[in-house]
Nanobody
Framework: QVQLVESGGGLVQAGGSLRLSCAAS????????MGWFRQAPGKEREFVGS????????YYADSVKGRFTIARDNAQNMVYLQMNSLKPEDTAVYYC???????????????WGQGTQVTVSS
């Protein structure tokens, strides 16, 4: 079992930055792909980005490419999502995901955190 706890959400103005953290416990995440998803009110949960376990290859949704960056610290069992140039449409609850297999848009397996709210005001 892997337990995931997100933190770092909050209220920020458009154009601002936030860094989300995901603390993992229970197992070392070095062999897990890690991902971030988000869900806005009334919308489906959507893929934001992922980072592979062994090679740290990153994938991003087109909507965040160039603005968001995923990083992982396997020694600390942590994953981060640096969000820059935030837009009101980035407002959502952000979820951390850990999976043995690749994490891509539409992924629903693995382990999930409870989410952290990000609100971007215009």
């Amino acid at each position: 079992q892997v337990q995931l706890v997100e933190s770092g959400g909050g209220l920020v103005q458009a154009g601002g930055s936030l860094r989300l953290s995901c603390a993992a416990s229970g197992r070392t995440i070095s062999s897990y792909a890690m991902g971030w998803f988000r869900q806005a009110p009334g919308k489906e949960r959507e893929f934001v980005g992922s980072i592979s376990g062994s090679t740290s290859i990153r994938y991003y949704a087109d909507s965040v490419k160039g603005r968001f960056t995923i990083a992982r610290d396997n020694a600390q069992n942590m994953v981060y999502l640096q969000m820059n140039s935030l837009k009101p449409e980035d407002t959502a609850v952000y979820y951390c995901n850990a999976d043995r297999g690749p994490i891509r848009p539409g992924s629903r397996g693995g382990y999930w955190g409870q989410g952290t709210q990000v609100t971007v005001s215009s």
